[in-house]
């Protein structure tokens, strides 16, 4: 079957810009996680979805990044006026029920701030 | 709060040889362990994950990982390295709590040499 799939694979933009990026669960996962993964790192949680809820935001950095699911599936990725320091690979994954059900990773969104 | 340490941030190996990759974890209580696996241009994948019960777990691709309590420990084993396996491994350590999202290692990167 289908796996997570996220779009677009790769984005640039320049610093001061508005970027989305999308995630599209595996069908019928209720928990849905964003990481984000930077050069030579592991990759690191930023927020945590349960059904439409955010149940998790701690890793979100700051109030420039916000994460939205509101029919329960696919997810948005917000940055507001991106730095160049946002520059990295965006991971998304879901699980079955969360509660450390393994995770499924879709490849990632590039994103390059200039 | 949970973190993980890979000590090893590059290992090679020969092809053929026995691999160890080294993970240790820090948490309270019994954790839940995972060892992902990231190939170029991929996404992340489930190699194995121990949650109770026999402390040696068999994986995908050959790959074993015992859990060692006494030493915070989760090392990820291969009898018989193939050079399909370089790539780039990830252990990851999750509270075993709903709601809590896996905390990762920064990983370790494995060449393996003919």
């Known amino acids: 079957g289908a796996g997570v799939s996220q779009t677009p694979s790769n984005k640039v933009t320049e610093k001061g810009k508005y970027v989305e990026l999308r995630c599209d669960p595996i069908?019928?996962?209720?928990?849905l996680y964003w990481y984000r993964q930077s050069l030579g790192q592991g990759p690191e949680f930023l927020i945590y979805?349960?059904?439409?809820?955010?149940?998790?935001d701690s890793g979100l950095p700051n109030d420039r990044f916000f994460a939205v699911r509101p029919e329960g599936s696919v997810s948005t990725l917000k940055i507001q006026r991106t730095e160049r320091g946002d520059s990295a690979v965006y991971l998304c994954?879901?699980?079955?029920?969360?509660?450390?059900?393994?995770?499924?990773f879709g490849n990632g969104t590039r994103l390059t701030v200039t | 709060a949970q973190s993980v340490t890979q000590p090893d941030i590059h290992i090679t190996v020969s092809e053929g040889a026995s691999l160890e990759l080294r993970c240790n974890y820090s948490?309270?209580?019994?954790?839940?362990l995972f060892w992902y696996v990231q190939s170029p241009g991929q996404g992340l994948q489930l190699l194995l994950k121990?949650?109770?019960?026999?402390?040696l777990v068999q994986g995908i691709k050959g790959f074993e990982a015992e859990f060692k309590r006494s030493q915070s420990s989760f090392n990820l084993r291969k009898p018989s390295v193939h050079w399909s396996d370089a790539a780039e491994y990830f252990c990851?350590?999750?509270?075993?709590?709903?709601?809590?999202?896996?905390?990762f290692g920064k990983g370790t990167t494995l060449s393996v040499s003919s």
């Open positions: 069908s019928g996962h209720t928990a």
């Open positions: 990851a350590v999750g509270a075993g709590q709903a709601g809590t999202a896996l905390i």
């Open positions: 994954a879901s699980s079955l029920r969360g509660n450390n059900s393994p995770l499924h």
């Open positions: 121990y949650f109770s019960g026999d402390t």
């Open positions: 948490y309270g209580a019994t954790p839940y």
């Open positions: 979805f349960q059904g439409t809820g955010a149940a998790d």
